[in-house]
Nanobody
Framework: QVQLVESGGGLVQAGGSLRLSCAAS????????MDWYRQAPGKQRELVAT???????NYGDFVKGRFTISRDNAKNHVYLQMNSLQPEDTAMYYC???????????????WGQGTQVTVSS
């Protein structure tokens, strides 16, 4: 059984910062890509950032240098440092990972339950 648990969301004023964390646990052989997505009310879920097992990163166009994704492979964690937050960043933020489980040795996509980020103006 594999589980992803996010933390670090909350309420912040415009211009502020938050750091989201996501911890993967369970019977894990290897974690490939790890991503952060977000979904605002009435909108589609969108990709915020992704990081490969080798550390290569990619970001949604709306990030514009404000967010940084990173991972700790030893701890099976992925982080999202968010700076210069704006009200339009308000959304539920989800962690997703492609994880190869130990038994069977099979890659599946897993999602966390989400953490709410609210940015006030």
């Amino acid at each position: 059984q594999v589980q992803l648990v996010e933390s670090g969301g909350g309420l912040v004023q415009a211009g502020g910062s938050l750091r989201l964390s996501c911890a993967a646990s369970g019977s894990i052989f290897r974690i490939n890509n790890m991503d952060w997505y977000r979904q605002a009310p009435g909108k589609q879920r969108e990709l915020v950032a992704t990081v490969t097992s080798g550390g290569s990163t990619n970001y949604g166009d709306f990030v514009k240098g404000r967010f940084t994704i990173s991972r700790d492979n030893a701890k099976n964690h992925v982080y999202l440092q968010m700076n210069s937050l704006q009200p339009e960043d308000t959304a539920m933020y989800y962690c997703r990972a492609n994880i190869v489980g130990r038994s069977p040795l099979l890659e599946l996509s897993y999602w966390g339950q989400g953490t709410q980020v609210t940015v006030s103006s």
